[in-house]
């Protein structure tokens, strides 16, 4: 049971153009979702968040933009540079208002490949 | 760099041995979680603490098993080790204070080869 999808396991894109990953999840209940960039033997890197209070938040050259009713959410960066070139995950969880939140609950990613 | 560290980077075992993963969080961060990435599984929430805390439990094998302690470190224990269990293994920290929000800084794993 896949609770969070990335429907596109690869993304190529030309440097200066916009970016736009995809993600859906079915569990009504996430509240909180991020997107986090992985390189190759590295950790995730948290690059942008947003609650389902909101619908859109914007942080530099990346924003992500939350459809609840939808159940979708996208990342979009605006201009992609070659350094963007990772596999990006989006990941969600439940909870909020707690000190304590729980889980992650992961995509299976998708890799950005940014060309000169 | 995230601020957490973990260690090994590398650990390369047989089957049936027994491995120690440890990890430091965050300064001040309270909440420490375990995720393993495998190839087929993708990253795969495994055990959660919070202040030396057991909190939530996620696919994590009765063979493996974790603490926090007082000091906030974590170490994620793997026994009976079989060659499914090569993966990479990450511990996270979340900032505590972070009222609405879930940011969980990644440490850069542990690669757990087993032969």
């Known amino acids: 049971d896949q609770q969070v999808k990335q429907n596109s396991p690869s993304l190529s894109v030309q440097e200066g153009r916009i970016s736009i990953l995809n993600c859906d999840y079915t569990?009504?209940?996430?509240?909180?979702f991020l997107w986090y960039k992985k390189y190759p033997a590295e950790g995730p890197t948290f690059l942008i968040s947003?609650?389902?209070?909101?619908d859109k938040n914007e942080d530099g050259r990346f924003t992500v933009f939350l459809n609840k009713s939808a159940k979708h959410l996208s990342l979009h960066i605006v201009p992609s540079q070659p350094g963007d070139s990772a596999v990006y995950f989006c990941?969600?969880?439940?909870?909020?208002?707690?000190?304590?939140?729980?889980?992650?609950?992961f995509g299976q990613g998708t890799i950005l490949t940014v060309h000169p | 760099d995230s601020g957490v560290t973990q260690t090994p980077k590398h650990l390369i075992t047989a089957t049936g041995q027994r491995v120690t993963l440890r990890c430091s969080p965050r300064?001040?961060?309270?909440?420490v979680y375990w995720y393993q990435q495998s190839l087929d599984q993708g990253l795969q929430f495994l055990i959660q603490?919070?202040?030396?805390?057991?909190?939530a439990k996620g696919n994590i094998l009765e063979r493996f098993s974790a603490q926090q302690f007082p000091d906030l470190h974590s170490e994620l224990n793997l026994s009976s080790l079989e060659l499914g269990d090569s993966a990479l293994y990450f511990c996270?920290?979340?900032?505590?204070?972070?009222?609405?929000?879930?940011?969980?800084?990644f440490g850069p794993g542990t690669r757990l080869t087993v032969l």
């Open positions: 996270a920290s979340r900032p505590s204070g972070l009222a609405g929000a879930n940011e969980q800084f």
């Open positions: 569990n009504s209940m996430f509240d909180y």
């Open positions: 947003i609650s389902s209070i909101k």
């Open positions: 990941a969600a969880s439940s909870g909020a208002g707690g000190t304590s939140y729980g889980k992650l609950t």
């Open positions: 300064s001040g961060d309270l909440s």
């Open positions: 603490y919070y202040n030396g805390e057991e909190r």
